[in-house]
């Protein structure tokens, strides 16, 4: 997540709502988790995830996830504050992302891109937020806006690992091209030898290579209902 001009402690969610958020985070599976933010370091997403609150539940309560509805309204709220300040403040980079942010971790990929978009007008060269913009496209079904969004943010950053992480993970999981999937991981572990998710890394350019015979833009059949 990009880290520019975090919110106070004022406007963070209650322990609640944060619980909540992880615990539909957590169900959403690989398909969310194997994308990295920006900013965000593997490392970062093991210690996120095992830091989580324990649920307060009796033995005769099952946890429920909240809906998409209920998302929308635990982002709107923790948001109101922040977009009550772009009404003097409309051009700060750094409060729209965080504002984008919110509606990002709450799976509301379409108002997070409103954001991002409205942060890179006036920071164009952030990568942390346009490689965030791009996840954020994939989510939503736009594997082309995604894919150019991603070689936006390498045209200013050409080794950025969570950029070109993100980008093999599309170009395979979108397009079925093993080749310039493959071509993004190498680049990334070329130029980025300290990389911590290097072992993730190397399994996923095995993986795609054992469907190298497949036509690029024929999805593949999924072999987990986790997959990415």
Known sequence: ????????SGEQWT??????LAVICMLAGIAVGWFFRGSQSPATVVS????APAPAASANTVAQPPTPAQLQKMADTQAGPLIERLNTDPTNAGLLANIGNIYYDAHQFPTAIDYYQRALQVEPANTDVRTD??????????????????QKSLSYAPNKANTLFNLGLVEWQGKMDVEKAVAAW??????NPNY???????ELIA??????GANPGTP?????????
Do not use: C
Not at 220 to 228: F, I, R
């Open 133 to 150: 913009m791009a996840t954020a496209y994939w989510y939503t079904g736009n594997v082309d806006a995604a894919i150019a969004e991603f």
């Open 220 to 228: 593949e059949k999924p072999t987990s209902k986790n997959g990415p």
């Open 196 to 202: 911590e998710g290097k072992n993730k890394v190397l």
């Open 15 to 20: 322990s609640l709502q944060a619980y909540t």
């Open 186 to 191: 190498q680049k990334l572990l070329d130029t």
């Open 48 to 51: 996120e995830t095992a830091s």
């Open 1 to 8: 997540m990009t880290d520019t001009n975090r919110t106070t």
């Open 207 to 212: 993986q795609a290579k054992k469907h190298s």
